[in-house]
């Protein structure tokens, strides 16, 4: 089992570009989560999926965000347009009882 | 909803001695507590989790606690090495598709 996979890892990015993050998460797990991890706020969830229906997305922090899950193996956060103050590190996260597993994350720099 | 507090933000112990992180959760439905292992520029880790029907789970040097009654639930390290030093995330869900809640973390500094 390959884990979570993100895409990509790093990203750099002007402020005003639109950003696509992507997440694949491990094969039977029914929930996907997208986190953003600051030094100032920690760990934030924006935004979580079950069974690919949108659950939760009190999280996501301006209409900027949105997110798309179009089957069970794939996820997609995008930023329109971004700004400097989104970069973060954003994880996404799959479950199916319980524990989450995180993917390696993508770190952005909107400059 | 859940709230999850945790206490210390930091913490540096002498290699070999014990670590304690506390953490309180304020939904009395909560059921399921996880703990994270986070080191630096890594993803966070599960390293143990427990449930509420059970009040103390063990994994070789890591023991978690849970006071349900009291809405705390507690991280143990015994015999601490350096390779323990990362920041810690304690964690409750109380959602039905096990949406978790994140404490602030700990950051554990263990001095060789």
């Known amino acids: 089992d390959a884990g979570v996979i993100q895409s990509p890892r790093h990203e750099v990015t002007e402020m005003g570009q639109e950003v696509t993050l992507r997440c694949k998460p491990i094969?039977?797990?029914?929930?996907l989560f997208w986190y953003r991890q600051t030094m100032m706020r920690g760990l934030e969830l924006l935004i979580y999926?079950?069974?690919?229906?949108?659950?939760?997305d009190s999280g996501m922090p301006e209409d900027r965000f949105s997110a798309k899950m179009p089957n069970a193996s794939f996820s997609t956060l995008k930023i329109q347009p971004s700004e400097p103050r989104d970069s973060a590190v954003y994880f996404c996260?799959?479950?199916?009882?319980?524990?989450?597993?995180f993917g390696s994350g993508t770190r952005l720099t909107v400059v | 909803g859940e709230n999850v507090e945790q206490h210390p933000s930091t913490l540096s112990v002498q290699e070999g001695d014990s670590a304690v992180i506390k953490c309180t959760y304020s939904?009395?439905?909560?059921?399921?507590f996880p703990w994270y292992k986070q080191e630096l520029g890594k993803r966070p880790q599960l390293i143990i989790d427990i449930r509420s029907n059970v009040g103390e789970k063990k994994d070789q040097r890591i023991a978690v606690t849970l006071n349900k009654t009291a809405k705390h639930f507690s991280l143990h390290i015994t015999e601490t090495q350096p390779e323990d030093s990362a920041v810690y995330f304690c964690?409750?869900?109380?959602?039905?598709?096990?949406?978790?809640?994140f404490g602030t973390g700990t950051k554990l500094q263990v001095i060789p």
């Open positions: 996260a799959s479950s199916s009882e319980g524990g989450y597993t």
């Open positions: 999926f079950n069974n690919n229906v949108p659950i939760d």
């Open positions: 094969s039977g797990h029914n929930s």
């Open positions: 939904d009395s439905a909560s059921n399921y």
């Open positions: 964690a409750a869900s109380s959602g039905g598709y096990q949406k978790v809640t």
